[in-house]
T-cell receptor, first 116, second 114 residues
Framework: EPEVTQTPSHQVTQMGQEVILRCVPISNHLYFYWYRQILGQKVEFLVS????????KSEIFDDQFSVERPDGSNFTLKIRSTKLEDSAMYFC??????????????FGPGTRLTVL | KNQVEQSPQSLIILEGKNCTLQ??????????LRWYKQDTGRGPVSLTI?????NTKSNGRYTATLDADTKQSSLHITASQLSDSASYICVVSAYPGGSYIPTFGRGTSLIVHP
């Protein structure tokens, strides 16, 4: 069964460093999303992406964040200068159709980012 | 501010028993409500999706209800199994001007004991 994959599963970095989290969405999906979940807290929406453009972003997704689809399969989240509060589990998701009423999103297993 | 509140925060039941989880929301304008199951250390998995015109939606032993007037939803699990132990998350989406803005609840942690 097709699934969303994410690499690495765990990333440790020093504060101020840049990190790139990678995701491979399901192959026929056109809409992509990033979410984060700080330990013990609820999942939060970061950004949605379609047709090589950001469709929507939350207040969390500030200038230190960027997303890219560098080729036909990968979808990346870059954090330019990591802060301690960026430590969280980052989930990628994809969907075949847009965020309309019956759109089912499939989530990856997540990348745990630890900023020291 | 859009909010989703879930109760109880945690729940312990015996295998084979039924349970009901609650979700109250103050999200406007309402687009749809989803229930997800999240196993520890894994990504959420979709259980049900409902729009304002739907009152109930089933997926196997999971049945979700929605009352758009009172802005409440419930997830009923029938004949629980050990594998049902997980966090159950209610997500409500607003659709202001065509934008997709999901608000997540904190989840209900369910533990099913043999």
């Amino acid at each position: 069964e097709p699934e969303v994959t994410q690499t690495p599963s765990h990333q440790v970095t020093q504060m101020g460093q840049e990190v790139i989290l990678r995701c491979v969405p399901i192959s026929n999906h056109l809409y992509f999303y990033w979410y984060r979940q700080i330990l013990g807290q609820k999942v939060e929406f970061l950004v949605s992406f379609y047709n090589n453009e950001i469709s929507e972003k939350s207040e969390i997704f500030d200038d230190q964040f960027s997303v890219e689809r560098p080729d036909g399969s990968n979808f990346t989240l870059k954090i330019r200068s990591t802060k301690l509060e960026d430590s969280a589990m980052y989930f990628c998701a994809s969907s075949e159709t847009g965020p309309n009423s019956y759109n089912e999103q499939f989530f990856g297993p997540g990348t745990r980012l630890t900023v020291l | 501010k859009n909010q989703v509140e879930q109760s109880p925060q945690s729940l312990i039941i015996l295998e084979g028993k039924n349970c009901t989880l609650q979700c109250n929301y103050t999200v406007s304008p309402f687009s749809n409500l989803r229930w997800y199951k999240q196993d520890t250390g894994r990504g959420p998995v979709s259980l049900t999706i409902m729009t304002f015109s739907e009152n109930t939606k089933s997926n196997g032993r999971y049945t979700a209800t929605l009352d758009a007037d009172t802005k409440q939803s419930s997830l009923h699990i029938t004949a629980s199994q050990l594998s049902d132990s997980a966090s159950y998350i209610c997500v409500v989406s607003a659709y202001p001007g065509g934008s997709y803005i999901p608000t997540f609840g904190r989840g209900t942690s369910l533990i099913v004991h043999p």
